[in-house]
């Protein structure tokens, strides 16, 4: 994380700017010398007057003020708190003569973020380590605040739900959606252990999956229900040297619809193989996909050696109810292809292998995509030979 903070901190090698007050002239002139000896990328900018370097301050970005505290009609407490109206997090240090501990306890209870007697050139070293220190710091927070501003606005756009926890398990980010989903808001769980959090998640699939997957340091993807929301996870989780990040969705109207799939399928495939009646579905090139048990009865195939056959193929021996094969004048089921029509009664005989005719009464319709093309032909074969007299007795 590092390496992407200082990535996106183009402030992190820039000169350090400062803003010197002091009402002594001379002091100022030593200023930007001194520093510079002990700071070789440095810019100094001075004021004499608390009010002028305040007005100046809105045209120009430092990166530190290092201000006088006895300065006239503005001590340097006084202008302290006019900065922080401006500027709240920008570091201010205390570069004073008044030494006195009465000061120093005011000036921190303050907010000064440094606070520093003078004292001879050999001051300066130390003033310049100091600016060093609250700048470094402060350029650190303002990266880690702009990295955590960029996460969050990422995580808010991530359409799944997301949280993550530390190495103790405690919350650093929920999104929006995470939100949400747990009915908790983010301010509510940042900081705290999600094992009392959510003490219901304690010995369940979310604990052994979250442990395992932080132990052995390898992402994990599994379904759990939550009894408190009543609500069916699907989870993926990732682990780190930095805590574990976890995207989950609520899929229980989704597991509930595959449940409610599943069922009819099943109901379709035992409709389909306990017809009385003969079924063939057919591909769009009218290649055999699949029979039911009671057509390859009718057919006195099995059904290996029906799939894969075309409709029309000169294996089978089928003629027009009068006897004609098909074939001479046309076969009858081609125009289901050819106008995606719906056939009704369309009588054929067969013979099955062992010589004995049946009469068949079919009708077949397509079926259609969602994109309306046709994409499977079914058949429905009925057996009407008792009902029939065979011209070839």
Known sequence: MNDFLASRNPTADAPIRILHVDDDPARLRLSDPLLSEYISDIAVYTETAPTKAIDRLDSLTVDCIVSDFDMGSMDGLEFLEAVRERSPELPFILFTGKGSEEIASEAISAGVTDYLQKGGPDRY???ANRIENVVSRHRAERAT???RRHMNAVYDRVTDAFFALDTDWRFTFVNARGEELLDRPEADLLGNVVWEEFPESVNSTFESEYRRAMERQEPTTFEAYFEPLETLFEVHAYPSTEGLSVYFRDVTDETRIRKEHRRERELLERVFETS?????????????????ERMAEMLALPKERITNRNYDSSEWTVTDEDGTPIGENGHPLTTIFEDETTLRGVRTRYRTPDGEWRHFSVNGAPVHAEDGTVERIVFIVEDVTDSEIDPSR
């Open 145 to 147: 605040d702009a990295y």
């Open 125 to 127: 070293a130390v003033l």
């Open 276 to 292: 009385p009646v003969g079924i063939i579905i057919l591909d769009t090139d009218g290649e055999i996909e699949r029979v039911n």
